[in-house]
């Protein structure tokens, strides 16, 4: 069949031909996901594909390492996995910390032994009978005590013999780590800062322990120039995350370094391949979205720009988080009553992203209200948004593993399409018609302002929870009502030659494909199937709604 306009146009809207394709494309994904969970799960090729996708495994805590093959770094992962434990079930059976706050351990550390001075005693014993060189199983034995020791003679004896090892000459590397954790177990926090620097000092270069428990403790005990000293020392410099830098600038009220680092965090990507499936799930918004205006070089221009603005108007909303929340205190609080916490989500949130999300859509509106109409307004507006999602989206989807792509996909990427896109109209409007669009843009502004704040109350403000299915209701009538506006207003050129519903079903069964082989990298075929279904079973009627817009355009 010779391809032309009208081809593509009439395939594009064959129902029957879009769920076979998405049909072709999930068993594709299956067979694919398959495979890719053999290989990388298990067996000999497996560190080869983590080191391709930069997988860092952190294995269970064995029963007991090897005596035999076991190397210091198990002795010492077995060490800590059960001092984990030891202080989650302190911390279980009194409301009262005994030591001070720590990270919360791994999920895969916190199963409890059934019996936990007999685990100590076995792994004691194992490690003296050990293979590995004297001195690293004299200093292992000295963490073991130090940290565990049952009797407060025990733990201190094992304090004095790390300090000797500490003060040795030469020195013995992790001698002076291995005493600061001991000490900041027994809440001498001073100690522990002197023994994790000695550390640093000593091994700069080897140390990114020692480095980041030396950091943590100095902002806890608010030794703010101790700590900016440290951090522009030149030979430790590179390895203090951004993060870091943000707190100590808010610990500072520094707000030009506040907004540098704020700046250059939204510029790193921790994990590149989750990075690309929000991209991906963007590129699909953005040609559905722009066939309501049309597509040519011009506007190609204007639709880049205005992506950028929107990354932008997140970085900013950031900013704005820092000093709202981390400097003055306005934050959600979970002892509030729900209207304070629903009046956080709207005023707070929904308030602070949607005007910060209008202002980098201003610089637009001129050009738009001289050269273009209220289409190009709407679809740049809601680009602006798309720029917003996409930037948040890459920090969730970190956060929240690979399936998170697929659930914003489908809801927070079109919620800010469509929140920006009809505020950004009716800011248009007011620029062309100052004086009699005043109440038309504060009327539409202030919905969206509540919509998007009622959006996340329902979701988030423990006493709405029965009422939860309400934010699905606000976000179909938030998307019926910019997709009714721009079907209102497509212009002659913005006919769209490819069906919004093929871009939509095929684009989100490519997601999903993609994101199910990621999800199946080093895990179990069966483990990924079911958070597969899982998390299919949330979305689908969301999809739905798209899918009914969709069918007439």
């Not at 198990?74 to 202080?87: F, N, S, T, V, Y």
């Not at 948004?385 to 956060?399: M, P, Q, S, T």
């Not at 800010?416 to 409007?429: F, M, N, S, V």
Request: glycine share 6%; hydrophobic share 50%; charged share 20%.
């Amino acid at each position: 069949m010779k391809f032309s306009r009208a081809v593509l146009s009439r395939r594009s809207r064959d129902h029957r031909l879009l769920l076979r394709v998405a049909s072709g494309i999930g068993l594709v994904s299956l067979v694919a996901g398959f495979l890719v969970s053999h290989f990388t799960a298990s067996g000999s090729w497996a560190p080869f594909f983590d080191a391709v996708r930069g997988v860092h495994r952190l294995p269970a805590i064995p029963d007991l390492p090897d005596p035999e093959k076991a190397t210091f770094a198990d002795w010492l992962q077995a060490i800590r996995g059960l001092d984990l434990i030891d202080r989650q079930t302190a911390e279980e059976e009194s409301p009262a910390p005994r030591v001070p706050v720590m990270p919360a351990p791994p999920e895969d550390l916190a199963p409890a032994p059934p019996d936990f001075a007999s685990e100590l005693s076995r792994l004691e014993t194992a490690l003296i009978g050990s293979a590995l060189p004297e001195p690293e199983r004299q200093l292992l034995l000295a963490l073991l005590h130090g940290l565990l020791g049952t009797e407060k003679a025990e733990r201190e004896a094992a304090t004095r013999e790390l300090r000797s090892m500490a003060n040795a000459t030469p020195p013995r590397r992790r001698a002076a780590e291995f005493l600061g954790d001991v000490l900041e177990r027994a809440g001498d926090a001073g100690g522990a800062i002197d023994a994790y620097r000695t550390e640093v000092d000593r091994f700069p270069a080897e140390s990114p322990r020692s480095l980041h428990r030396l950091a943590t403790l100095l902002r806890q005990e608010e030794r703010l120039t101790d700590l900016e000293q440290l951090m522009q020392r030149p030979d430790l410099r590179q390895q203090f995350p951004i993060r870091d830098h943000i707190d100590l600038a808010i610990d500072r009220r520094d707000y030009a370094a506040l907004a540098k680092w704020t700046l250059l965090h939204d510029l790193q990507f921790h994990d590149p391949w989750l990075a690309v499936l929000s991209l991906f799930a963007a590129v699909v918004w953005l040609i559905i979205v722009t066939q309501f205006a049309g597509w040519d070089r011009q506007r190609l221009s204007l639709y880049t720009l205005a992506v950028g603005l929107g990354w932008l108007s997140a970085t900013l909303t950031l900013y704005a988080v820092f000093i709202q929340s981390e400097i003055r205190g306005f934050d959600f609080d979970e002892s509030d009553d729900a209207v304070q916490q629903i009046l956080y989500f709207v005023a707070g949130v929904g308030l602070r992203e949607e005007t910060l999300k209008l202002l980098c859509f201003l610089p637009l509106v001129p050009y738009l209200a001289r050269r273009a109409g209220e289409n190009d307004a709407l679809v740049c507006a809601g680009l602006v948004g798309l720029g917003f999602a996409l930037n948040e989206n890459i920090g969730y989807v970190d956060r929240g593993g690979e399936f998170t792509a697929w659930s914003r996909f489908l809801t927070a990427n079109f919620a800010h399409i469509a929140w920006t896109g009809i505020a950004g109209l009716a800011l248009y409007r007011l620029w062309r018609r100052p004086r009699r669009s005043w109440d038309h843009f504060l009327h539409d502004f202030l919905i969206v302002v509540a919509a998007h704040g009622a959006y996340d109350a329902f979701i988030a403000v423990p006493a709405l929870g029965d009422y939860s299915f309400l934010s699905l209701v606000i976000f179909a009538a938030s998307a019926y009502w910019f997709l009714d506006h721009a079907a209102d207003q497509q212009s002659g050129s913005g006919a769209m030659t490819v069906s919004p519903i093929a871009v939509f079903v095929i684009g989100g069964a490519l997601l999903i494909g993609v994101t199910f082989c990621y999800a199946c990298w080093a895990v179990p075929f069966s483990i990924a199937m079911a958070e597969y279904v899982r998390s299919l079973a949330g979305v689908v009627p969301v999809a739905f709604i798209f899918i009914n817009r969709f069918r007439h355009c």
